[in-house]
């Protein structure tokens, strides 16, 4: 089981931050942890702002914390605290809010999502409001250790996260054939029932996969909705969680420089800047900056 017990959190200056600082304090307490708090800051910041945040920060939380003042660029020092720390989970709101500006947030947000070695939890969604609909998306087609590792990791963390919120789960596998729009081009001049062929005896061989996943999982994976979808990833997901009224998506990232970016293709990148819902990005346990 994956263990959650050091948890950070990216305070962002003008803003109360009381979403995510909250639910970091309940995994804290939870798991009897360790609470970080990392404060990216200007230079020109005085230091008796900085005293009276922290003693705001200590009035309003339960737990003892950690308080670090970051200076330089936040998506360096971020995640160089992150993994200086070695993190189990980084907890930040993003910059922005609102789909207009969501584009902007991304700049830091998603640098953190790349780079960060542990676990990062963006929060969307107030803790007023409860969690009802989380959603565990899993690549069952990569054949590597690591990715099937992940994937046991992504199914730990959403069947216990949906538990504790006492919300309804959702597990969906997303596949494709790699060359399948390249085999609709009319430079090829592919007969249509040959591309359904393919796309048939691929789909036996992904529909097998998909099931062994489902029976090894099955522990986890009671009462859980879980689907296998053809079609392109990023489109699926972003369907299926406005769809189902999604709140959180727990998805995993390899965030690699030179192959790709994420395990389910940039679909966590391009998912970012498309919903509302909170997101939980998982890296595999060999990631390495």
């Given amino acids: 089981m994956i263990d959650l017990r050091n948890v950070g959190v990216v305070f962002h200056l003008n803003r109360s931050n009381d979403d995510a600082l ?3 304090e309940d995994l804290v307490v939870t798991n009897k942890g360790q609470l970080h708090i990392y404060c990216p800051v200007p230079s020109s910041i005085a230091d008796d702002e900085l005293l009276e945040l922290k003693v ?6 339960k737990v003892p914390f950690e308080f670090r003042v970051l200076q330089g660029v936040p998506q360096v020092s971020i995640v160089d605290a992150a993994t200086e720390d070695k993190l189990d989970i980084l907890i930040t709101e ?8 969501r584009f902007f947030y991304g700049s830091l947000t998603l640098s953190i999502l790349r780079k960060a070695p542990c676990p990062v939890w963006v929060v969307n969604k107030s803790r007023n409001e409860t969690y009802q609909r989380v ?19 992504l199914v730990e963390i959403g069947s216990a996260f949906a538990k504790k919120q006492g919300a309804e789960c959702h597990l969906v596998s997303v596949w494709k054939l790699d060359i399948e729009d390249t085999l609709h081009s009319p430079f090829l001049n592919i007969p249509q029932d040959k591309i359904d062929t393919l796309v048939s005896e ?15 999982h099955e522990s986890m994976l009671q009462d859980v909705n879980s689907q296998l979808v053809h079609g392109e990833a990023s489109r699926i997901l972003i369907d299926y969680i406005e769809d189902n009224k999604i709140d959180i998506i727990i998805m995993g990232t390899h965030a690699r420089a030179g192959i790709k970016g994420f395990v389910i293709g940039n679909t966590a990148e391009s998912l970012i800047n498309q919903i509302d819902c909170s997101i939980i990005a998982v890296k595999p346990d060999i990631f390495n900056n």
């Fill in 22 to 24: 909250g639910y970091a």
């Fill in 56 to 61: 705001s920060l200590q009035e309003m939380l």
């Fill in 94 to 101: 993003p910059d922005e809010t609102g789909a207009v500006t």
């Fill in 135 to 153: 959603l565990i998306a899993v690549d069952l087609f990569q054949s590597d250790e690591v990715s099937s590792r992940l994937n046991t990791g």
């Fill in 202 to 216: 691929r789909n036996v061989e992904c529909l097998r996969i998909y099931n062994s996943f489902v029976a090894e």
